[in-house]
Structures are given as C-alpha cells and as structure tokens.
C-alpha cells in the first residue's frame, strides 16, 4: 500500500516505511531521505524516528548545520 501524507508511506507485509517526509507528525516507522534538497531532507530534524540515507547525503546537509539523531547510512542490500 502506498499512500501520500505530507511524504510517501509505503506497507508491504507488515512494514512501513516513509519517504521524505515534510512534517513530524510520523508513526513511529523508519524515514528514508532521498537527497539532501532542503524539501526533502526535513526529516533529519525529526527527533523521534530512526533516519536512513546516503553517506553522501547526509555529508551534504551537515554543511548547512544540520545535525541528526538517529541517523544510519544505507548500505546496499542491507535492510533496515
């Protein structure tokens, strides 16, 4: 199931996953950041979700100051 609320949420068997977020109004489910686009990386800010994204696009937004909690790189062909 895909759905769009404020972000892409998708379900398959059990797990969700959400896409770039734009608020915190989150289930407690893990956030995949596509690229460090200012509209699409807000979820780094979110304090309460587990953060998944690319080594690099997580190098790009710390250049602006941005700091992550919770934040893992992804690492092809591991899950999360």
Do not use: C
Request: net charge positive; glycine share 8%; hydrophobic share 35%.
């Amino acid at each position: 199931r895909i759905t769009w609320k404020s972000g892409v949420h998708i379900e398959h068997g059990g797990v969700k996953v959400v896409l770039d977020p734009q608020n915190s109004r989150l289930p407690r489910a893990p956030v995949f950041i596509s690229h460090g686009h200012l509209d699409h990386s807000t979820a780094f800010r979110i304090s309460h979700v587990n953060k998944y994204s690319s080594k690099e696009t997580f190098e790009l937004v710390s250049v602006f100051g941005i700091q992550a909690e919770k934040w893992q790189p992804l690492t092809m062909g591991k899950g999360i």
